[in-house]
T-cell receptor, first 109, second 117 residues
Framework: DAKTTQPPSMDCAEGRAANLPCNHS???????VYWYRQIHSQGPQYIIH???NNETNEMASLIITEDRKSSTLILPHATLRDTAVYYC??????????FGAGTILRVKS | EPEVTQTPSHQVTQMGQEVILRCVPI?????FYWYRQILGQKVEFLVS????????KSEIFDDQFSVERPDGSNFTLKIRSTKLEDSAMYFC???????????????FGAGTRLSVL
């Protein structure tokens, strides 16, 4: 089973920031948090990852709490094309990624 | 930007037939993976492959499945005798060698939709 908990769905107005939360209370000290998204059953798309510090790239920002038990993915200016299922993944043993149900983000005009 | 490519995009086959799904991973990547997603369900790990051998596999990856890297660029998934329940999207992924700190960014292809009739 996935080691993360995410809300099943969220809505966001186009142009506003989308803040997607994730709980990972059992994360261990050397495990990374990864975020992927999946648009219309296309292949999962890597967004961002983090270990302890907040991270930002051209797609999103990742805020990780100091105790590392939760994180938030921020899409600063959501567009209709950001409508997708967003997965928060804490990498478990081995190389595989374990996908949960994710959060369905609906961006509305 | 380098990407993982998969062919065909859609494969239709009869139950009991063999199918081969093909993938071209990103060129400097060393780890390769197959995942599948049955319609409406989660993405599930099937197998990982490194240095010409399977490094990890799931319970789904039984004797009907096999993987191969027949040359320096292709990575294939073979299903020997397809069943109706094999109908799904199959995703190939690749990554650089995972670092000691467990950092392992996997990049996925667009998938092959397998329909078993």
């Amino acid at each position: 089973d996935a080691k993360t908990t995410q809300p099943p769905s969220m809505d966001c107005a186009e142009g506003r920031a989308a803040n997607l939360p994730c709980n990972h209370s059992t994360i261990s000290g050397n495990e990374y948090v990864y975020w992927y998204r999946q648009i219309h059953s296309q292949g999962p798309q890597y967004i961002i990852h983090g270990l302890k510090n907040n991270e930002t790239n051209e797609m999103a920002s990742l805020i990780i709490t100091e105790d590392r038990k939760s994180s938030t993915l921020i899409l600063p200016h959501a567009t209709l094309r950001d409508t997708a299922v967003y997965y928060c993944i804490v990498k478990e043993g081995g190389n595989k990624l374990v996908f949960g149900a994710g959060t369905i983000l609906r961006v509305k005009s | 930007e380098p990407e993982v490519t998969q062919t065909p995009s859609h494969q239709v086959t009869q139950m009991g037939q063999e199918v081969i799904l093909r993938c071209v991973p990103i060129s400097n990547h060393l780890y390769f993976y197959w995942y599948r997603q049955i319609l409406g369900q989660k993405v599930e790990f099937l197998v990982s492959f490194y240095n010409n051998e399977i490094s990890e596999k799931s319970e789904i990856f039984d004797d009907q499945f096999s993987v191969e890297r027949p040359d320096g660029s292709n990575f294939t998934l073979k299903i020997r005798s397809t069943k109706l329940e094999d109908s799904a999207m199959y995703f190939c992924a690749s990554s650089r060698r995972p670092l000691p700190g467990l950092l392992n960014i996997q990049y996925f292809g667009a998938g092959t939709r397998l329909s078993v009739l």
